[in-house]
């Protein structure tokens, strides 16, 4: 089993920036993959940003160039470093972990971006 825990969402104006973080424990060891989903009121759940183990990353059109995920595994946790956020951004932010297997979500972050 493994359990993810984000933290670092909040109220941020346009233009500005904030930093998810996504700390993972239980089997950690099983996990390939991360990545960061978001969704937003009335819409479906969509990927913003993955990382492999070996640090292949790969991201949404609508967030290249101003976001960023990053991995540390030593200390089982990913980031998510959102600059230049805008109001479309806003949204629920989950963590996820993939192992060959299963699936693992975080309970998800809000982050609020006003105009």
């Known amino acids: 089993q493994v359990r993810l825990v984000e933290s670092g969402g909040g109220l941020v104006q346009a233009g500005g920036s904030l930093s998810l973080s996504c700390a993972a424990s239980?089997?950690?060891?099983?996990?390939?993959?991360m990545a960061w989903y978001r969704q937003a009121p009335g819409k479906e759940r969509e990927l913003v940003a993955r990382?492999?183990?070996?640090?292949?990353?790969n991201y949404a059109d609508s967030v290249k160039g101003r976001f960023t995920i990053s991995r540390d595994n030593a200390k089982n946790t990913v980031y998510l470093q959102m600059n230049s956020l805008k109001p479309e951004d806003t949204a629920v932010y989950y963590c996820?972990?993939?192992?060959?297997?299963?699936?693992?979500w975080g309970q998800g972050t809000q982050v609020t971006v006003s105009s």
């Open positions: 239980g089997s950690t060891f099983n996990i390939r993959t």
């Open positions: 996820n972990g993939e192992t060959t297997f299963q699936t693992y």
């Open positions: 990382i492999a183990r070996g640090g292949i990353t």
